[in-house]
């Protein structure tokens, strides 16, 4: 079925009212599935940029004795250059929360982030002063 503009124009005040009714009624089924989907594709993320913590000085020890952290619970994603309070205030269709960061990890753009365990980002935020 092609889209007929002039169709959705006529209908739109219902169409909207019966998104939100759904929404509503689907409102856990709905919580439920998109937090399901976000933690995936943090995962996914998390993944295309290696799975362990970035830092070479890192001494986190895991549960198989390597270092450098490599728990997904705890990696946190980083901006290298330390402009991630930039990119949270710029408004564009690309950057939406940290999902828009997940979005662009998982477009190809792995230059610009890094993964960090907490400690370590606390302490490059300190030595560039970042804070």
């Known amino acids: 079925m092609a889209y007929d503009r002039d169709e959705y124009l006529r209908n739109r005040k219902e169409r909207i009212a019966r998104a939100n009714r759904y929404q509503k009624e689907h409102r ?39 270092f450098r952290c490599n728990d997904a619970r705890l990696l946190q994603i980083d901006h290298v250059n330390g402009n991630g309070h930039k990119e949270l205030r710029q408004k564009s269709p690309d950057y939406i929360g940290n999902q828009g960061v997940v979005k662009k990890i998982l477009k190809g753009n792995t230059t610009d982030y890094q993964l960090l365990c907490p400690t370590c980002n606390w302490i490059k935020r300190v030595e560039n002063g970042e804070m």
Request: aromatic share 8%; hydrophobic share 25%.
């Open 28 to 66: 856990e089924e709905r919580s439920a599935y998109l937090k399901e989907y976000h933690r995936r594709r943090r995962l996914e993320a998390i993944a295309k940029l290696g799975g362990r913590c970035s830092s070479e000085k890192c001494r986190w020890m895991n549960e198989d004795e390597t």
